[in-house]
Nanobody
Framework: QVQLVESGGGLVQAGGSLRLSCAAS????????MGWYRQAPGKQRELVAT???????NYADSVKGRFTISRDNAKNTVYLAMNSLKPEDTAVYYCNVLIFLRDTWETQVYWGQGTQVTVSS
């Protein structure tokens, strides 16, 4: 019913920047909260940032001041601009989207396929 396509990961040196994108398509009536999570090897998946359809953004303390989440509602897309990257930011990044479905009038959570971000020291 819904597909999420992520892009923008890669290898970057410490101090560098990357921009992740996640585009949703399919049976979408409206998108509520959009967010990014990450999972490093051997660690649990953790919240990075969220952005609701209205209201203020939320960030993990570890990324505040370095990462910026934004969304383009016309394109059903969420972005994560990552600056001043550190080796500890290395992880697989997943987008997470709460969608009100057009066909079933239900609200469901969807996850992207994940994109690898590697920061070298």
């Amino acid at each position: 019913q819904v597909q999420l396509v992520e892009s923008g990961g890669g290898l970057v040196q410490a101090g560098g920047s990357l921009r992740l994108s996640c585009a949703a398509s399919g049976s979408i009536f409206s998108i509520k909260t959009m967010g990014w999570y990450r999972q490093a090897p051997g660690k649990q998946r953790e919240l990075v940032a969220t952005i609701p359809s209205g209201g203020s953004t939320n960030y993990a303390d570890s990324v505040k001041g370095r990462f910026t989440i934004s969304r383009d509602n016309a394109k059903n897309t969420v972005y994560l601009a990552m600056n001043s990257l550190k080796p500890e930011d290395t992880a697989v990044y997943y987008c997470n989207v709460l969608i009100f479905l057009r066909d079933t009038w239900e609200t469901q959570v969807y996850w992207g396929q994940g994109t690898q971000v590697t920061v070298s020291s």
